[in-house]
């Protein structure tokens, strides 16, 4: 016998975990893309030969992918036109398409073609790559605030967003080192084009499961009396940096990402180099995640008790006391090196844990807030911008880091094969980028980000008492 399914009192299915795992789904098929680019400086820089050109062509695309998320943004803000199910989803299945195959133009392997050729190459295809998944990202990224208003349901959503991203991660982290290096820890350039094609594929199927269980409850038109203003990108851009919240998720996601993503080359040719293994670093990196896995299910019931803003804090103090231990214990070139390494890995993984499972309801609350203090949503504007200074982080960071690398000694030519002194010296990298990131995670999300649990109670009834008094 089917089960019935029961709806809410605008006869819509009401929010269940149905809704999560759905949108789980949809940063589960990003990251089935987006994974692949942290293999980006290694096939670049080893197999291809780009050496520091990559560096400076990285900076390149990522101002561009970074300048690209506001303009997606402003573009499906300023779109009024009248959309089947919801201009969102449409936008997230169009971006669906393009990212099919998009992600492997990023890794075609032609080690061979002169140095003008690998330029246009690496370019065309990453603004090909961007292009998809802007149109898919942007959207999917607002439309946590349109699933519901309930702060439980968004942190639910929140938490499963960073499931979905943490799978989407933890698959590749896993499965990439044991096919993409050979016995020498030398990268297979040749697999890294299959392995795109066929992640492209799985993240497409994702994307269409999330598409067809989304269910929007709140109305993404707010109107000022009878006629809608008309959208004014500039002054959209203001409220945004007048947005507190906004502004320190923003800062902290930075901070994230110049971690995560700014540290990946580096902790790459860590273990090529100190620890010898490149093939189990997907190994130590998914055990690394273990705490992100068992805080995930309690963090509906955490955030109710205690406040997304006081549960990131106490996150980030974590994070900083992690990474300081990681700079100064003693981290040998063994496999208790790698042990203790892990340990450290564990606790700054439990503060990123408890802060990426509330970032994207963090956000959500970012552009109540918007709606809050300028009487206009802008969800598209709110959410591109700070996935503007997201991509920065994401790319002119690891180029950067890309940079001190070569400063340091590092030799793409050599590939796994450097000598101890660089290897040593990425050692002392890693945790010093880990260190900057924990503390610029601490800074917006307890000096910048100024909804604590009282203040975002207040909002939510106002706000309530305003869209009723609109009907």
């Not at 997230?92 to 998009?102: K, M, V």
């Not at 002169?114 to 990224?141: E, K, R, S």
């Not at 989304?214 to 109107?223: S, Y």
């Not at 000096?447 to 009723?468: G, T």
């Amino acid at each position: 016998m089917k089960k019935e399914t029961v709806l809410d009192q605008n006869g819509l299915r009401k929010f269940s975990i149905r809704d999560s795992i759905a949108y789980a789904a949809g940063d589960f098929g990003c990251n089935m893309s987006f994974a692949l680019k942290s293999t980006m400086a290694i096939f670049w820089t080893q197999y291809m030969g780009l050496e520091l050109w990559y560096s400076l062509l990285l900076i390149f695309v990522q101002v561009w992918d970074a300048i690209n998320d506001p303009l997606i943004g402003s573009i499906i803000d300023a779109d009024k036109r009248k959309y089947k199910r919801n201009k969102f989803l449409a936008y997230i299945s169009l971006g669906s398409f393009g990212l099919l195959a998009a992600g492997a133009l990023c890794f075609l392997p032609v080690p061979s073609a002169p140095l003008w050729a690998q330029m246009i190459i690496f370019v065309a295809g990453y603004i090909i790559w961007d292009a998809f998944y802007t149109v898919a990202n942007v959207p999917y990224g607002s439309l946590l605030s349109l699933i519901s208003k309930e702060p439980a349901d968004r942190a639910s959503l929140s938490a499963w967003r960073s499931v979905g991203s943490m799978i989407g991660n933890m698959i590749p982290i896993l499965v990439l080192p044991l096919i993409i290096y050979d016995e020498a820890d030398n990268i297979l350039g040749e697999r890294v084009f299959f392995v795109a094609l066929v992640m492209g594929l799985i993240g497409f199927v994702s994307f269409r499961f999330m598409i067809k269980n989304t269910v929007i409850r709140e109305n993404t038109d707010v109107t000022c009396g009878e006629e809608m203003p008309k959208f004014n990108f500039f002054k959209a851009l203001g409220n945004f940096f007048k947005n507190r919240p906004a502004m320190g998720a923003t800062v902290a996601a930075m901070g994230m990402f110049l971690g995560m993503q700014g540290g990946t080359t580096a902790v790459t040719v860590l273990f090529q180099s100190y620890f010898n293994n490149a093939k189990i670093s997907g190994v130590v990196q998914i055990f690394a995640m273990l705490p992100i896995v068992f805080f995930t299910p309690l963090a509906r019931k955490m955030v109710v008790k205690y406040g997304k803003k006081e549960l990131s804090v106490f996150g980030s103090v974590c994070s900083i006391v992690a990474c300081v231990l990681m700079l100064i214990v003693p981290i040998t070139p063994d496999m208790k090196g790698v042990a203790v390494y892990i340990c450290c890995q564990l606790v700054n993984s439990l503060g990123l844990g408890i802060y990426s499972t509330v970032s994207w309801a963090m956000m959500g609350d970012a552009i109540d807030y918007n709606e809050w203090k300028t009487g206009a949503r802008e969800e598209g504007v709110v959410y591109s911008i700070h996935s503007f200074f997201r991509k920065l982080a994401q790319g002119v960071g690891p180029a950067l880091v890309l940079v001190v690398m070569y400063a340091l000694g590092y030799v793409g030519a050599n590939g796994g094969n450097q000598t101890m002194e660089v290897a040593t010296n990425m050692r002392y990298l890693v945790a010093a980028l880990y260190l900057f990131s924990a503390v610029l995670q601490f800074i917006g999300l307890a000096l910048i980000y100024n909804l604590d649990k009282k203040k975002l109670e207040q909002m939510n009834k106002e706000l309530a008492a305003r869209h009723e008094s609109d009907v």
